[in-house]
């Protein structure tokens, strides 16, 4: 009889340890830390700050939950996660902003669920470091980034809402010196087709490059960049516009190799300065010849009320792929 009331009374104590394990604790914010050494479940309710003096690292697969509409982890230290050894790290409703004092964020295998995803601060634009590697956002998830300084690096990441990469200007007289680099968001993972899905916004920034992506959604913007290459990617978003309403001009950008699938292709200029845009060994629909593309898919200074000219130059009639086949 002992043994049999002792797996009686061993039962239940099974199943209280099962559920502390697994007990979400509120996000840490007292000190530095390693969150897999209080458990693996977080939430946040309400505004939550790291502040500046304080290091938050994981480096295992975790569960970050919003608790309440306005759910929203406000980042001025550091932060530092990357599922290492396996698994995803999970924020599920739940809003991340980078306040200007933020030091420095970096996310590898991270996954952002529900409504949430990352947005600019009220306290103003960031300033920081940026690296994002294998960081997806689903469905109704969004990302924008509003920056008077500092950089981005996103390699391999994924968006099915819109992606925002804003430059704001330090002053009336002092222009943003935000620097981006995309990469590789492109291809197909378990059979499913990945990539910037949910249109682009990239707007006054320093200097940056996107390559091998595949852009898709209702636009791609880009308006009043410095510098800017774009490189072998599939831009099949419904509209494309390259803008230029600062007086900023198109000198700076650089578009080789890109396969435009797009309903149109809008050059975006005031009158009076001419500027030409050069599009080099791209594919454009499969139209070759420039008068027919400018009547099916392009509008600038040729057709339109626009100061810019596109110049295409060894326009492709095949695809070049490298980002992706998808029309």
């Given at each position: 009889m002992k043994p049999r009331v002792l797996l009686i009374l061993c039962g239940p104590v099974f199943s209280v340890l099962a559920s502390l394990g697994s007990a979400q604790l509120p996000f840490p914010i007292d000190k530095n830390q390693r969150l897999e050494e209080l458990g693996d479940a977080f939430t946040v309710t309400g505004r939550v700050r790291i502040p500046r003096r304080l290091s938050i690292e994981a480096m295992r697969a975790i569960t970050i939950q919003g608790k309440g509409a306005d759910a929203t982890l406000e980042i001025?230290?550091?932060?530092?996660?990357?599922?290492?050894?396996?698994?995803?790290?999970?924020?599920?409703?739940?809003?991340?902003?980078?306040?200007?004092?933020?030091?420095?964020?970096?996310?590898?295998?991270?996954?952002?669920?529900?409504?949430?995803?990352?947005?600019?601060?009220?306290?103003?634009?960031?300033?920081?470091?940026?690296?994002?590697?294998?960081?997806?956002?689903?469905?109704?998830?969004?990302?924008?980034?509003?920056?008077?300084?500092?950089?981005?690096?996103?390699?391999?990441?994924?968006?099915d809402g819109p992606l925002v990469l804003r430059g704001v200007p330090r002053s009336e007289t002092v222009k943003s010196g935000f620097s981006i680099s995309v990469y590789g968001s492109s291809?197909?993972?378990?059979?499913?087709?990945?990539g910037l899905l949910g249109g682009i916004t990239?707007?006054?920034?320093?200097?940056?490059?996107?390559?091998?992506?595949?852009?898709?959604?209702?636009?791609?913007?880009?308006?009043?960049?410095?510098?800017?290459?774009?490189?072998?990617?599939?831009?099949?978003?419904?509209?494309?516009?390259?803008?230029?309403?600062?007086?900023?001009?198109?000198?700076?950008?650089?578009?080789?190799?890109?396969?435009?699938?797009?309903?149109?292709?809008?050059?975006?200029?005031?009158?009076?300065?001419?500027?030409?845009?050069?599009?080099?060994?791209?594919?454009?629909?499969?139209?070759?010849?420039?008068?027919?593309?400018r009547k099916e898919m392009l509008e600038d200074s040729k057709n339109s009320a626009s100061g810019a000219e596109a110049v295409l130059r060894s326009v492709r009639p095949q695809p070049h792929g490298l980002a992706g086949v998808e029309g």
């Open positions: 001025s230290g550091a932060v530092k996660m990357r599922a290492a050894t396996g698994g995803q790290i999970v924020f599920r409703d739940v809003w991340v902003e980078l306040t200007p004092e933020c030091k420095e964020i970096t996310l590898a295998n991270c996954i952002f669920k529900g409504r949430g995803g990352i947005r600019p601060s009220p306290d103003g634009p960031s300033d920081t470091k940026i690296s994002f590697d294998r960081v997806e956002f689903e469905r109704s998830a969004s990302m924008t980034i509003e920056a008077s300084s500092g950089s981005i690096l996103m390699d391999t990441c994924y968006l291809g197909k993972v378990e059979g499913q087709v990945r990239v707007e006054g920034i320093r200097d940056g490059t996107i390559r091998t992506c595949d852009m898709a959604g209702p636009q791609a913007l880009f308006i009043d960049n410095g510098k800017l290459a774009l490189d072998g990617n599939n831009v099949r978003s419904k509209r494309v516009e390259f803008r230029n309403t600062a007086s900023v001009g198109f000198n700076g950008l650089k578009i080789t190799k890109c396969d435009f699938r797009a309903e149109k292709l809008v050059l975006s200029s005031p009158q009076g300065q001419p500027e030409r845009l050069t599009f080099d060994d791209c594919f454009f629909r499969g139209l070759e010849d420039p008068d027919t593309i």
